[in-house]
């Protein structure tokens, strides 16, 4: 079981570029959801997706959107990046209703605007 | 005031020592605490869960969950080399999840 996976595993961008980063959930997992992690903070939730849908989302402006696919797989878009949207972006994927112990996180795709 | 609050450190110890490892939270709706432990350029990876107040004990670690106070820690005995990474706190109520801002924790051989 290959895990929770992310790609790119870097990448670096120009203010106002949009971004698209892509996540594979766990094997069995259904829901997936995205963090941002600037350097020296902890993950904040972005939104999370089930059944292709965004089913809960955290403080984030529009510009943040996602979709999942039909085979559980995810996307994260960022339009007009800006200098602040450098971060540490993870993916976790669960099992729909898990429990608390049954989140697992991806190694995270590194964004870097300039 | 942020709704968890942790020390980032840098702490640092000696192999062998006793490390304890804590945050605070505001919001008395939290009904599940989580420790993760982060190495460098990695993903969470979570430690331990607890759910209300009282110890859970895995192998050298220990959770500990004062829900009056707001209160959480993790002990880690017989720290080794390998135990050095970035130690983050969660909590969690049904709809909602906070993280702290991590502790970086170095074990010195």
């Known amino acids: 079981d290959a895990g929770v996976t992310q790609s790119p595993t870097h990448l670096i961008k120009t203010r106002g570029q949009q971004v698209t980063l892509r996540c594979s959930p766990k094997s069995g997992h259904d829901t997936v959801s995205w963090y941002q992690q600037a350097l020296g903070q902890g993950p904040q939730f972005i939104f999370q997706y089930y059944e292709e849908e965004e089913r809960q989302r955290g403080n984030f402006p529009d510009r943040f959107s996602g979709h999942q696919f039909p085979n559980y797989s995810s996307e994260l878009n960022v339009n007009a990046l800006l200098l602040g949207d450098s971060a540490l972006y993870l993916c976790?994927?669960?099992?729909?209703?898990?429990?608390?112990?049954?989140?697992?996180f991806g190694p995270g795709t590194r964004l870097t605007v300039t | 005031q942020k709704e968890v609050e942790q020390d980032p450190g840098p702490l640092s110890v000696p192999e062998g020592a006793i490390v304890s490892l804590n945050c605070t939270y505001s919001n008395s709706a939290f009904q599940y605490f989580m420790w993760y432990r982060q190495y460098s350029r990695k993903g969470p990876e979570l430690l331990m869960y607890t759910y209300s107040s009282g110890n859970k004990e895995d192998g050298r670690f220990t959770a500990q969950v004062d829900k009056s106070s707001k209160y959480i820690s993790l002990f880690i005995r017989d720290s080794q080399p390998s135990d050095s990474a970035t130690y983050l706190c969660?909590?969690?109520?049904?709809?909602?999840?906070?993280f702290g801002a991590g502790t970086r924790l170095t074990v010195k051989p």
């Open positions: 976790a994927s669960s099992p729909n209703r898990g429990r608390v112990g049954e989140q697992y």
């Open positions: 969660a909590m969690r109520n049904n709809n909602d999840m906070r």
